[in-house]
């Protein structure tokens, strides 16, 4: 959108030199570590691509740059409520790029927000995670704890994110392949296990230290915080988790754009997804990247992003993130989830006309030649 002054005519040379700005929305995780590195890493864009962000205010104001013009300005803002209030954000139009995961996208969509996944960002990265006094090491050996704790009369409790999260997917699919029984309400003790609602993963160290909790699961990187703390273990990552071969590369978190902004802002969008893709390139080719820029973003222990970032992996490549997008449907779709322009639709070719729009991407894909 170009910005004009308030009262002023002015002449038609000052104001096509206005530019727009981009407001990006993100979640305080290492599945983000492009933004950061692209942000962190202005020099080495610029000389290496041409395209780069000048930081004007860290982690909070910069602006963006390809071909030594200024295309725009770009405001930066972590949500840490989770996905669904990074979605609820573009809904109302206060964002205009949101780095989110595919089932908050997917519910908004579903529910009528005008915005498309435009780009993958990254798959797998998240862990089950329980106590360190519980006894087992691996998941089928947690599995057996559970049906125990079952059958002395006692209630597992897992904690996770949100109800619009990858991670709740996930852990409901795996216990309904294992044959375990989960319930949301804190009252029925029928079942062996009680989902808790995390509203976020902030409190997960705290929950499960005073024992609220038995065990999580979370996106990176807190399966590795709550490992160096000496809080709890992960004992399986979301790629191994069951049904078998279902989460195997799994896509976790997309680049979404609002309609408007797709339509208003598409040279900036496409020059700031550009930057996305170049930055998940130099990550693939130098973990080190990530490691250090979001240590330094997040505040997390250098040790923390070490055994973290390696369980990511980061890719734009719409392909993978199609497949796996199109499972979620059908679980959620399964689970009665889905309530609105999703519900019930099976044909895949539908599914990619409600939620993507590839079109930039393909644009930048065929102009660096990948």
């Known amino acids: 959108m170009i910005l004009l002054f308030a009262g002023c005519v002015g002449n038609s040379q000052e ?19 492009s933004l950061f590195v692209a942000a962190k890493e202005g020099d080495l864009f610029k000389e290496k691509y041409g395209v780069y962000l000048k930081e004007v205010e860290a ?6 740059y390809e071909n030594d013009k200024k295309v725009a300005d770009v405001e930066l803002v972590q949500v840490v409520e989770g996905g669904a209030k990074l979605m609820t954000l573009i809904a109302q139009g206060q964002i205009d790029i949101g780095l989110n995961g595919v089932p908050p996208a997917v519910f908004s969509i579903d529910q009528g927000n005008k915005a498309k996944i435009i780009s993958a960002l990254q798959g797998e990265g998240s862990a089950v995670v329980i106590r360190n006094d519980i006894p087992a090491e691996t998941w089928p050996e947690f599995v057996k704890w559970i049906k125990e704790q079952y059958s002395n009369g006692k209630q597992v409790k897992i904690g996770h994110p ?5 991670q709740y997917v996930m852990i409901k699919k795996a216990l309904e392949a294992e044959g375990i029984t989960y319930t949301e309400n804190s009252k029925d003790k029928s079942a062996m296990v009680l989902l808790v609602n995390c509203k976020g993963q902030k409190s997960m160290p705290q929950m499960l230290s005073q024992k609220e909790l038995d065990a999580v699961i979370a996106w990176e990187p807190m399966p590795e915080v709550l490992k160096t703390k000496g809080i709890g273990k992960p004992i399986v990552y979301s790629k191994d988790l069951p049904p078998a071969g279902m989460w195997e590369d799994h896509p976790c978190c997309v680049v979404v754009a609002s309609e408007n902004a797709l339509e208003s802002k598409e040279a900036a969008v496409k020059s700031l997804l550009k930057l996305m893709v170049l930055s998940t390139k130099e990550i693939n080719e130098n973990n080190e990247l990530a490691i250090k820029a979001s ?12 055994y973290s970032i390696p369980n990511i992996k980061f890719y734009t490549n719409p392909e993978p993130l199609k497949k796996g997008t199109h499972v979620f449907v059908n679980v959620m779709n399964a689970q009665k989830s889905t309530t609105g322009q999703l519900k019930g639709v099976e044909d895949p070719n539908k599914i990619d006309e409600i939620l993507f729009n590839f079109s930039i991407y393909d644009q930048i894909v065929k102009e660096l030649g990948q």
């Open 59 to 64: 982690k909070k104001k910069y602006e963006l």
């Open 295 to 306: 240590s330094e973003w997040l505040g997390t222990d250098k040790e923390v992003e070490e």
């Open 162 to 166: 949100l109800p619009v999260s990858i």
């Open 15 to 33: 104001q096509s030199s206005e530019v727009p700005t981009l407001k990006v929305a993100y979640l305080p995780t290492d599945h983000h570590s």
